[in-house]
């Protein structure tokens, strides 16, 4: 923890800092995971993202209620505020810190989510040409077993 207070509003920062960080190098890696299509190491990611932005959320719920009982708005505004009351330049400096980590993690996981939605269109797509019947003749299926079945068209009666 920092030098400030355990009551201080930023007393969390050193701490939301690392975490931050580490939640950065996450979503750089889950970013190579999604590239590589790599759905074993994209679970194991999930798992360990999910336990960190939990992490993350008790910094930042800490932070709120500190900033509360120091009369402030539990929010960026109010740290700010608290900021510009005078706890010195090494607050200032983290909380800078603290959202331009934010920024970028809100970034690269904007473009994750592309990424996903990539890889689910593909996914829908590939699905669909699975189910679609075959344009021209007879119509090509996969059964509950996974085994190819053909369905012969219906004919149509000849009217001349």
């Not at 355990?6 to 950065?24: F, I």
């Not at 990539?118 to 679609?132: G, S």
């Amino acid at each position: 923890m920092s030098t400030m207070s355990a009551t201080s509003p930023n007393a969390a920062l050193p701490d939301e800092l690392r975490l931050m960080g580490q939640m950065l190098a996450m979503l750089q890696q889950e970013q190579q995971v999604l590239v590589k299509a790599d759905t074993e190491a994209l679970s194991a990611l999930t798992v360990l993202k999910s336990a960190l932005v939990a992490q993350l959320g008790q910094c930042a719920a800490t932070r709120q209620r500190l900033l509360r009982e120091a009369g402030f708005a539990a929010a960026d505004d109010g740290m700010q505020a608290w900021i510009k009351a005078g706890p010195g330049a090494a607050s200032a400096e983290q909380w800078q810190q603290l959202l331009e980590l934010t920024r970028q993690a809100k970034e690269l996981n904007r473009v994750n989510g592309m990424l996903i939605n990539k890889q689910f269109t593909y996914n829908q797509t590939i699905l669909n040409a699975m189910r679609a019947p075959a344009s021209g003749g007879e119509a090509h299926f996969y059964g509950p077993s996974g085994q190819a079945t053909v369905t012969p068209q219906p004919r149509r009666p000849v009217i001349g």
